[in-house]
């Protein structure tokens, strides 16, 4: 399925993790091709597409015939082999380190505990037609905010971004993550001043990339209020 020439993605940009891949490949300008997989059509679970990720997941990568999945590593890959500014994925040991060590944490607290909030918020009354199941979506929020307790006080401290100085892979995974409430309306960072001031860095850094990317997300948040 690849080209040889660009690098094929297949996304769909409802999901965090493909968000993070999106803006790493176009702010950093490597030559890439969408492919949209629209998980709420089941396009994920077309025989061609199992063919490509038996996961039935995505992101998904090809480059070159190489097929790859899952986000951390298909980030890595990206910044590994098309040497992208170093500050993505510092080649010095200890700063490498320090990325590993917040994607390794992600995906069991930023990850599931941001998005427990929009599933329980978003995905499941929209789905049932049934109410917010109030006492499950507030013991999810406690959830997260220990988990943006521990974003503050182990990561971020008293650094511009998670693992430094300059922004890294880290800080795409995480700011997606913690984007994904504001689809059902909730800034899940507002009553946090630390995270909001990292979150207009990462921002910052990005540029024209970030809101390229939640476009799908904004729409979503847009169509529910006009429904509220």
């Known amino acids: 399925m690849a080209t040889g020439r660009l690098v094929e993605v297949y996304l769909d940009l409802l999901s965090q993790p ?9 702010c950093t300008k490597i030559p890439h091709r969408v492919r949209t997989v629209a998980l709420r059509k089941g396009e994920h679970r077309t025989p061609d597409f199992t063919k490509l990720n038996p996961m039935q997941k995505v992101p998904v990568m090809v480059d070159d015939g190489f097929v790859l999945t899952e986000s951390d590593a298909i980030l890595k890959y990206l910044a590994t082999k098309y040497h992208v500014p170093e500050h ?6 200890e700063r490498r380190a320090r990325v590993d060590e917040y994607t390794a944490w992600h995906h069991t607290n930023t990850r599931p505990h941001a998005a427990k909030v929009f599933i329980l918020e978003v995905l499941l009354p929209g789905h049932s037609g049934s109410p917010v199941d109030e006492v499950r979506l507030n013991r999810a929020l406690s959830e997260l905010n220990d988990t943006l307790d521990k974003l503050e006080s182990m990561f971020l401290r008293r650094q511009p971004f998670l693992c430094g100085d300059e922004i890294t892979l880290a800080d795409l995974l995480a700011v997606c993550e913690l984007m994904q409430p504001l689809g059902g309306g909730r800034d899940v960072l507002t009553e946090r001043p630390q995270l909001q001031q990292w979150r207009s860095r990462v921002q910052s850094a990005v540029g024209e990339s970030f809101d390229k990317a939640h476009a799908v997300l904004y729409a979503v948040r847009d169509r ?3 429904r509220l």
């Open 88 to 93: 993505w994925y510092p080649r010095q040991p």
């Open 18 to 26: 493909c968000r993070a891949v999106h803006i790493l490949l176009n």
């Open 224 to 226: 529910r209020r006009a």
